[in-house]
């Protein structure tokens, strides 16, 4: 039943992530990879909720940690695409956007995990 959840959660996930990334990368037309940005961070925020929420504050089955947090958020958050994203940016002569890229999505997706986690304290 994990299995499922997390294939389940997944799928979800990477459909969410590309219906996010494929309208915000056209829309604003940035070199600057700003739909895989936007899924990163989100996604670092939601993480920090969903881990106060589903591990801290409740009692559900593992089932459903694992289909949110492992499949949902693990398929909506990309390490992968923002790892070809960066070497693609260093190839192609754009250093600073790189550097700005790399750094701001570790700085920020550090900082709204912390942020999910200690408002969700807060609330709940």
Do not use: D, H
């Not at 915000?24 to 936007?38: D, K, M, Q, S, V």
């Not at 106060?52 to 398929?75: D, N, Q, Y």
Request: glycine share 10%.
């Amino acid at each position: 039943m994990q299995w499922l959840a997390i294939a389940l959660g997944g799928a979800l996930g990477s459909v969410l992530r590309f219906a996010v990334v494929s309208y915000l990368t056209p829309l604003l037309g940035l070199r600057f990879p700003i739909g895989t940005f936007a899924v990163n961070i989100l996604g670092s925020f939601l993480i920090g909720v969903a881990y106060v929420l589903l591990v801290e504050k409740t009692t559900l089955p593992a089932e459903w940690r694992l289909f949110f947090i492992t499949g949902i958020l693990g398929g909506f958050t990309t390490f992968s695409a923002f790892s070809l994203e960066l070497l693609k940016l260093f190839q192609e002569g754009y250093v600073l956007t790189a550097i700005a890229y790399a750094s701001s999505s570790v700085i920020l997706g550090l900082l709204m995990t912390f942020v999910g986690m200690a408002l969700t304290q807060k609330l709940f």
